[in-house]
């Protein structure tokens, strides 16, 4: 079983930055892509950011100009530098892994999670 373990979460101040990274504990796994997502208190889980293992990255427009993701298919790893933070994205980011041979934003369509960290932005 495929173990998906991310860091990098903690506090931020409005406008501040913060740095995500998940690993993949398997380097013999080879998805299609990881992407991250996000749960905000009392709502649902929604699509960050993703890349494919030849470099294709999609971003929720929410995420679009401030946010980056990168990382390397090889090592399956994938980071988030998250830039000018607002008090809204407040939430548990969690890493997952899709097999689909596209770059998907539904979480339905991604088959690993991680455990998620914690980001807390202050006003």
């Known amino acids: 079983q495929v173990q998906l373990v991310e860091s990098g979460g903690g506090l931020a101040q409005l406008g501040g930055s913060l740095r995500l990274s998940c690993v993949a504990s398997?380097?013999?796994?080879?998805?299609?892509?990881m992407g991250w997502f996000r749960q905000a208190p009392g709502r649902a889980r929604e699509f960050v950011a993703a890349?494919?293992?030849?470099?294709?990255?999609d971003y929720s427009d929410s995420a679009k100009g401030r946010f980056t993701v990168s990382g390397d298919s090889a090592k399956n790893i994938l980071d988030l530098q998250m830039n000018n933070l607002k008090p809204e994205e407040t939430a548990v980011y969690y890493c997952?892994?899709?097999?689909?041979?596209?770059?998907?934003?539904?979480?339905?369509?991604?088959?690993?999670w991680g455990q998620g960290t914690q980001v807390t932005v202050s006003a």
């Open positions: 398997d380097v013999a796994f080879s998805p299609y892509a």
């Open positions: 997952a892994t899709t097999a689909r041979v596209y770059v998907s934003r539904k979480e339905t369509e991604y088959d690993h």
């Open positions: 890349m494919s293992n030849r470099g294709g990255t």
